[in-house]
Structure formats: C-alpha cells, structure tokens
C-alpha cells in the first residue's frame, strides 16, 4: 500500500507539469499570442511527437498543455461527448501529467479542449475552448501550392473560396458543404473552424471566451479572441444558413440542441440524441423538476 | 511615306523619357526589357508598344524567347532590365518593375487575362465550366449567385459552347471546347489587354480556324487589346494589326502585319515567310 502511493507520487514527478517541458510551452504561448493578435492568421510552431498519433488532438493537446494552471478545471468533449474515447484519454492525460481537476459541465470548466463540437451551453468570459484541428488551410482543396494560399490570405484573395460554395449550389441547390464550414474572422481572414457542423458556425461570432486552434500534424495554431466578428461566408441570394437534423432528441426531447442520428437496431430504426452529452444530462433534470 | 514612319516607329528601340509624357493614350509599353537564364540571353533589348485595341503578334521559332518575352511583360516573370508601363483604367501610369506584388496581382485578375496554350494550365479542370468562368468574377467581389451564374451562361454562349454544359466538368470537354472556355474565362471581367500563348497550338487545322474566327470578333467586338505569340503566320495574318519577329532573344523586325509578312526585310524573316506550306 504505502509502495503504491510512493509510485503514484512518482508518477506525477516523472513529468513535468502538463507533459511538455518549459520551454516548449514558452514557444507555443509566444504563437498563441501572436495568434491573437491577428485573428485567424496561421501561426506556424514547431509542433512536438506527443505520446498519440497524429489525428487524435496532437494539436490541441499541445495548446492546452501551454495554457493549462494549476487551478485550471478541465474538461474534453470529443463531438460533444465526455465519455468518448478520444475525451476520456486526453482527460486522464491531463490528470496524470497536470493533475488538475476535471468537469464534465460545460459551466463549471475554464478550459474545454474539444474535438468537431461547440459546447451548447453559452460560453463565458475567462473560459478557453481549444479546438483539435486536423487541415488548418481552409484552400487546401482548392489550391495545393502552401505557398500559393499563403500568398492570397496575405492579398485576401477569397474568389476561390466563393468558387467551392458556387460548385455546391450548381451541383445541390444549396450550400452542401455541413462540417468546416469557411468563415471570415475579423472581416480579414478566411478561416477553416475545423470540423465542426456549420450549425455551430454562428457561436463563434461574438464569443465571450477565447478560442484557440491547434494543427499538430500541420504545425499551425491560429486563434479567434473574445468578441471578434465571425462570418460564415455565403452569397447575398443563397445565405449562411445554421443546420440541424429536424428531429427531437429521444433522451431530454430537446429540438434546439444539435443531434446525433444512430441506428437502434438491426433493421435501421433511427434515434437522435443530443451529442452534447452534458447539456443532454441538463435538460433531463430540469425536465424531471418541471414534472416535480 | 506612312508606312515608312510607322515602320520607324515600330523599329524604335532606344526608349526615350519624353515620349512617356507626349503620348498618353498608348495602353501598354515595354522598353529595353531583357531577360537573361544564367548565361543564356532569354530577350535582350526588347521595346514594344500596344495601342488599345490593338493586336500584337509575336512570331519566331522555337527557343526565340517568345514566351518568355510574354511572361515578362504578363509580369510572370522578373525582367534583368527594362521597364513596363500599363496606362490603367484610370489614366494611371503603372511600372510593372516597380509596383507592389499585390498590386500587380490585381491588375493580372482586372485589366490584364492570360490564355495558356494549354487549357489545362489556364482552367480548373475538377471545377464546372461555370465555376471556371465564374472565378474571375467572384475574385473581383461579385457575391450573388444568380448573376454569377447568368453572366456565366451568357458567354458560354458566346463562345459557342452549349447552356447546357455549365454544370459539366471541363475534364469531359474537346480540345477546342476546352480552348474556348478558357477564352470565356479570361474575357469575363473584361480586360484591356489579354496574352495568348499559341492559343491554337496542339488543335486540329477546323477547330484553329473556329477558335481564330471566335477571337477576332471577340477581339473586335469588345476592343480588346490582344498580344499573341504563335509560330504560325496564318494565325498573325488572321488576328494581327502589327507583328514582331524574334530571333534568338532579339527582335529582327516589327512593323504592319501585311508589311512585314509581304515584304519581309531581314533575312530570317524571308526564311521564315518563305517556310510556310502552300496547299
């Protein structure tokens, strides 16, 4: 007994606090503030082997890990689940290498890393959201030279952007592209908000908290402050239109929250849930009291 | 006597200042450009002038620095010497040599459009015929679908491609088709001065003569200024007001289309003349 608890000491020893040595955080904060200073311009950083491969939140990890203290209370959804794979190993990555306290409730967190969602619950002041990011160049498809798109966010050169969503009109009737959905920050750049549904689109705008972006495998962090306009683009007669599946969640009977679509049984019966497992939790009890 | 003084003024190659300030209507010039690769000569010396619209043809066989003398004035590529004025719609003066990268940019996409001999390398081959002539367009702000859409259609139509097609990807179009919506592309902001780099080259003999018939009413019908490199004298003969002959970096001879076609003087260009195949 009392050797097991001398190696759990160890283990917190082993590691410097959050995993990444000093000075490597000390280089991600510089990027991250210049990040700041230019909303949504990439920042390139010199992005570290994490113990994961690359795709599952590199990138984010590395950013939180700058920016986590002591008193920091974390929380990691991953689609806007805390009891997924992804959330729950980069949680206890956190608790082990950090040893901070950790939430599920979106409220009660002053840093959420997140993977494809915005949490439901409005965000506030002094809380951080890190986004996991895998293709940070929202021209990416569309121009392959790195050096050619740097040149035309530099000379906002944009009609290419508006080309993809022309393509989406003439092929679908409307704007087809749902997840990453290119948005304008700042009224400068055009940025890709990594793959979140464009029904979260519009909780960028406007937001109280500080959003950070992490691109481990590409090497890029870029950065929305509090409060900066952010604008999905669209053309005047086909506007931005925020998206959901038309349907309640099953679990809480909410209709305003985003849903998952999963397939109940073996002959492909359909349920939607909340994929905000959190708020999904909260609009159970407040139903429970309501019927109290 | 005229011909003779137009013949001067073609041939002028010391570019003096004052003439800068005594002749304002002139579109675009370029004066004593050189281009050197390392210790190879890519155009040395070279002054033309463009009036609007006016066609320029550049000929000269292969190696003579045509494209690269394109390129440069395009402002592609970097000139060693020389200096490249573009009197924009404004009644600005640009230098090329001296003016912004973005700047230069914006004129590319505005007032100037370049049509590559291979419509591959002018076209966005996974993008719909409208998207491709739509680009243009949106680069220069045009944000609503339904005229992007219409004035896209509008110059399908005239470049002879059918409506129909501006959802189809240009991979599914014929060489010539290809060749045309590249041209569509090009012209739909309207610019001043548009290059072409052998836009017939690699076409069969009926579909060239389609796509020389398309340009010159285009050409004629907008008032475009046109620069146009070709080894092939029919096509100068056709599409040209004045010609320049390149040899090895150098320009042998300018003047009139006719002129230097029916009278070359310099001795490559009889070669030249004298090469074509009589059917």
């Known amino acids: ?292 | 006597m005229f011909r003779h003084r137009l013949l001067q003024r073609t041939n002028q190659i010391k570019f003096k200042k004052r003439r800068l300030i005594m002749k304002q209507n002139f579109l675009f010039q370029a004066s004593n450009i050189s281009k050197y690769y390392g210790q190879n000569i890519g155009c040395k010396n070279v002054s033309l002038d463009i009036n609007p619209g006016e066609v320029l043809g550049i000929v000269g066989e292969s190696g003579s620095g045509k494209s690269t003398l394109l390129n440069c004035i395009y402002g592609n590529l970097e000139v060693d010497e020389g200096d490249i004025f573009l009197n924009d719609k404004s009644k600005t003066i640009l230098n090329f040599t001296k003016i912004s990268e973005p700047k230069l940019r914006l004129i590319q996409r505005s007032d100037l459009a370049f049509v590559h001999q291979n419509p591959r390398d002018g076209l966005r081959m996974n993008i719909s015929a409208g998207g491709n002539i739509g680009e243009r367009l949106m680069a220069i702000g045009h944000r609503n679908y339904g005229e992007i859409r219409q004035i896209a259609a509008n110059w399908l139509e005239k470049v002879e491609i059918d409506v129909s097609r501006i959802d189809d990807k240009p991979s599914t179009f014929s060489g010539g088709m290809q060749q045309r919506l590249q041209i569509a592309r090009n012209l739909v902001t309207r610019p001043r001065l548009i290059f072409m780099d052998e836009p017939t080259g690699g076409l069969d003999v009926s579909v060239q003569a389609k796509i020389l018939d398309l340009l010159r009413n285009l050409v004629r019908e907008l008032g475009i200024a046109a620069v146009i490199v070709t080894h092939d004298l029919a096509v100068v003969r056709l599409l040209a007001d004045r010609i320049i002959v390149m040899q090895n970096g150098n320009v042998i001879e300018a003047g009139l289309c006719d002129q230097v076609l029916d009278d070359p003087q310099h001795k490559y260009s009889q070669l030249l003349v004298s090469s074509v195949l009589q059917v």
């Open chain 1, 1 to 292: 007994m009392n050797e097991m608890s001398k190696n759990e000491n160890l283990d917190i020893q082993i590691y410097n606090f959050a995993y990444l040595d000093e000075n490597t955080k000390r280089m991600i904060r510089r990027a991250l503030l210049k990040a700041l200073c230019i909303p949504g311009y990439q920042v390139p950083f010199s992005s570290r082997e994490m113990p994961m491969p690359y795709g599952w939140g590199t990138g984010g990890i590395q950013v939180t890990s700058a920016c986590l203290i002591p008193k920091d209370i974390l929380k990691v959804i991953d689609q806007g689940a805390d009891d997924t794979t992804n959330a729950v190993s980069i949680r206890k990555f956190f608790q082990k290498t950090a040893n901070v306290a950790v939430t599920e409730k979106t409220s009660d967190a002053s840093l959420i890393q997140t993977r494809h969602r915005i949490p439901e619950t409005k965000l506030k002041e002094k809380q951080i959201l890190v986004y996991q990011v895998p293709i940070p160049e929202p021209l990416r498809f569309l121009e392959p030279r790195e050096t050619e798109t740097r040149k035309m966010h530099a000379l906002s050169e944009y009609g290419l952007m508006y080309v993809k969503l022309y393509e989406d009109i003439a092929k679908h009737g409307h704007i087809e592209t749902a997840y990453a959905y290119p948005v304008k920050t700042n009224g400068n750049y055009v940025t890709d908000p990594s793959p979140i549904p464009k029904f979260d689109n519009p909780k960028m705008n406007n937001s109280p908290a500080i959003q950070l972006f992490g691109a481990g495998r590409e090497q890029r962090i870029y950065a929305i402050p509090p409060y900066t306009n952010v604008k999905s683009l669209d053309f005047e007669d086909y506007p931005f239109e925020a998206m959901k599946a038309n349907f309640k969640c099953s679990i809480c009977g909410s209709s305003d929250s985003y849903l998952d679509e999963i397939i109940v049984s073996d002959d492909g019966k359909r349920s939607y849930i909340c994929s905000d497992t959190d708020y999904c939790k909260e609009q159970t009890k407040l139903n429970s009291k309501k019927e109290d």
